[in-house]
């Protein structure tokens, strides 16, 4: 087969994209095994060097990846983003992130990783602003259609962003954690437990022969046979993990402890301390996962933190749940304070279908939104030239929320929340605009677990001009997430055994990986 002809293009083609989509070395077009699989199943190709991957191969799919793109991007009127930076522990290198999100005509909301180039030198707010703009010109993206850009809580971040002149807000998931470190993980008590049960996981992690003899207690004692979990200092989840699996172990371990010795003692005290630390941090984790789903929007902020403030608002009988209670609900309160009062957060609740107005714990921060909503509505009727007033739909009845939908005190909190808020009345409308808003919040709302895209694309018709302000406000994320998924990928590409690779390959790997899907 000729290396010229199309049939061999096409198979170059696709072993560079699994060279990209699988985290292989160039050289793996020239092993043995791969060259053998190739010569058995079509015995004409000759498989390129791996020069031409680099030089060649890949860039051709980067440069088609990109330009696929830069066709869905043109047409977008707001575009999302999240940036971070992230060193690499294997090699001299630190990287800078964008990554975009939009929501298409068809209300499907797309995702595209249009950075994550070489940062060299100070991380300053100057330096970091240049090669934000830098990038943004790259996409022939102006600050206009820039919805937000949702970056870390650094000092460095809110300066740039704020000397750009564009929208930022920080990531929840970081503020969460914060809030669980000043509120509770910083307490004398906790961290003591804490180090006392870091210092026992690592004891089995590191000796395989304690683990075989837990194994044993486990399978004697007719117990879950599982691994304890070692924690990150930095990820207070990590944490809250390995207190769980302490505690599903607990009796295990006390056999284990009576007969061989461990190098921290967990006393009674410890292992109540540690059941009262995983109960009330529980919330904590389950709103977490929550924010940090890829679905995850700006508009799943306020309600996180209303039923987050009432789960912890709740008396308690034991004093000691009850003092953690308060200095987290005091954190949470402290870092949230004006998320009620962040157009971001506000206009985005509204328009999502599963809240709508239910979650706002202030009448005047209601209000607020309510009246601002108008406003983005009568703008993009102004943009549609629309004129006609749309017909004054019947509201659906509200739907009844039963606790037994519910699987967990999140869940609870939520649902009593949101029938709280139905059963109150809602104001009477007069203009085009707010006649959509009054009929729009007057449906019912959707359950929790369904799509709000798609209520809104089945709803466009019906309220165009309130669809078209959903388009711009849901396609913001809550969490910067979606760049530390996409340094996991830098660190499966940039590893120990390939930790001399050039920055420009580091980023057209995980450009085509992460990107590839556009291309199906």
């Not at 607020?368 to 019947?394: C, F, N, T, Y």
């Not at 120990?496 to 057209?508: A, C, D, G, Q, Y």
């Amino acid at each position: 087969m000729a290396f010229e002809s199309v049939a061999a293009q096409g198979i170059t083609a696709k072993i560079a994209e699994m060279i990209a989509w699988s985290d292989l070395p160039f050289s793996f077009a020239e092993s043995p095994g791969f060259m053998m699989l190739m010569e058995h199943l079509q015995p004409r190709y000759e498989v390129p060097s791996r020069h031409y991957f680099t030089e060649k191969a890949l860039p051709a799919l980067f440069k088609k990846t990109a330009d696929k793109i830069r066709g869905l991007l043109v047409s977008v009127p707001y575009v999302s983003f999240t940036t971070d930076i992230w060193s690499s522990s294997v090699a001299p290198m630190s990287l800078l992130s964008l990554t975009a999100q939009w929501i298409d005509s068809s209300f499907a909301l797309r995702r595209a990783t249009l950075h994550v180039q070489e940062f060299r030198g100070s991380h300053t707010a100057e330096r970091i602003q240049t090669a934000m703009e830098n990038m943004l010109n790259n996409w022939a993206i102006d600050n206009t259609r820039v919805h937000v850009i949702v970056r870390d809580n650094a000092a460095n971040m809110k300066k740039a962003m704020k000397d750009m002149m564009v929208p930022s807000v920080g990531c929840v998931a970081h503020s969460l954690q914060l809030c669980v470190h000043e509120g509770l993980l910083s307490q004398r008590s906790v961290t003591d437990t804490l180090a006392n049960a870091r210092k026992i996981v690592g004891h089995f992690k590191h000796s395989p022969l304690a683990y075989s003899r837990l194994e044993d207690i486990q399978m004697e004692l007719n117990v879950d046979v599982r691994r304890l979990q070692q924690d990150v200092q930095t990820r207070w989840n990590s944490s809250l993990y390995m207190l769980q699996s302490l505690l599903q172990q607990q009796r295990a371990l006390s056999v284990y402890a009576a007969e061989r010795s461990l190098p921290a003692t967990l006393t009674a005290t410890h292992w109540e301390l540690m059941t009262k630390t995983a109960e009330v941090l529980s919330p904590f984790e389950e709103l977490t996962r929550d924010v940090s789903r890829e679905s995850a929007t700006a508009a799943d902020v306020i309600p996180a933190i209303t039923v987050l403030s009432r789960v912890l608002s709740r008396e308690e009988a034991d004093h000691g749940v009850k003092t953690m209670k308060r200095t987290l609900l005091e954190a949470v309160e402290k870092r949230f304070s004006d998320v009620e009062t962040q157009p971001l957060y506000y206009i985005a609740t509204l328009l999502d279908s599963r809240y709508k107005d239910g979650f706002f714990t202030k009448p005047v921060n209601l209000s607020l939104a309510k009246d601002h909503l108008i406003q983005e509505v009568a703008k993009a009727e102004e943009r549609r030239g629309a004129s006609a007033m749309p017909e004054d739909a019947a509201a659906e009845p509200l739907r009844k929320v039963k606790h037994s939908e519910a699987h967990s005190t999140v869940d609870i909190t939520f649902l009593e929340i949101l029938q709280e808020r139905q059963s109150q009345g809602r104001s009477v409308s007069t203009t085009s605009a707010e006649t959509q808003v009054h009929n729009y919040l007057s449906e019912q709302t959707i359950p929790k677990n369904s799509e709000p895209l798609h209520y809104w694309r089945d709803r466009a018709a019906q309220y165009p001009s309130v669809a078209a302000v959903a388009a711009r406000y849901l396609s913001a994320p809550c969490s910067s997430v979606d760049s530390e998924r996409l340094f996991s990928a830098v660190a499966n590409v940039l590893d120990e055994k390939r930790n001399r690779l050039k920055p420009e390959n580091v980023e057209m790997l995980v450009f085509i990986k992460k990107n590839i899907n556009i291309l199906q």
